[in-house]
């Protein structure tokens, strides 16, 4: 595992570059976090305070923020991060058993990291997750957020220790598998130009859509005002519309409550008259 360096001059000018993107510099916290981690392993107070600096907001702020989203971490992460999806329908397919196995061939516990053997290549951080939306493919895992699909004791074993190997690991829907940090990076908003690798939803997963395809059935039309808000020029103009379009409807379902209310009781009608 890569120590700890301190940010660097570079990374504070990316941390900025993130914060520019936004109309709210604030709204640029979540992936300046992601930015952090990617060069130090985890959240560092120094990681806090530079975001705190660039945002002219508190360091609590930031911290509070650090310190709610499980995706930050406060301890530093190995090179490949294993989420063990222990939600419902995960644990009753065969993610409660792989959880304890991974547990018992790694000798950690959740949200720990191995240590380095000499033979290691890679170290791996173990940690149970929640529902990833990926329960058609039930038991999951999650590799620096890359699905692993379908997966048994046996290949979740057979999974650690390739990484650990430093063997080239593929994701079940087919990207490579980067290091933690990469994956990191990616997630702060910088193109590592594979975000086409791999399809985006397996067979599984696209069932209903194959089954709505033979019934002849099709979503509804987009409104005419939906339409409008597509082809408004600027975000203002979008949210303006939006208020326009909330306000009339609003109006409307006043007028049919009351409509309703006056036939449910005329009497009714007649105080609000
Ligand atoms: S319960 Fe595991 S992905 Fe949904």
Known sequence: MTQTQGLTETTRDELREIAARYPQARSGLLPMLHLVQSTEGRITPEGIEACAEILDIS???????????????????????????????????????IFERLKEHLDVGNDETTDRRPEDKASITLE???????????????????FMDDMTPQSATQLVDDLREGKEVRSTRGPKICTWREAERVLAGFNDGLADEGPS????????????????????????????????????????EADTSRAETETKVDESSADTLHEDNPAKGDEAK
Do not use: Q
């Open 128 to 146: 149970h997750i929640e529902c990833n939306a990926a329960c058609d493919y039930a038991p999951v895992l999650m590799v620096n957020w890359e």
């Open 201 to 240: 939803a397996g067979p599984a997963s696209l069932v209903g859509l194959e089954i709505a395809r033979e019934r002849g059935w099709t979503a509804p039309e987009s409104s005419d005002r939906h339409a409008e808000l597509a082809a408004a020029a600027t975000p203002e103009a979008a949210a303006e």
């Open 59 to 97: 360091a609590a702020e930031v911290s509070g923020v650090a310190t709610f989203y499980t995706m930050y971490k406060r301890k530093p992460v190995g090179d490949y991060h294993v989420g063990v999806c222990t939600n419902t329908l995960c644990a009753v397919m065969g993610g409660d058993v």
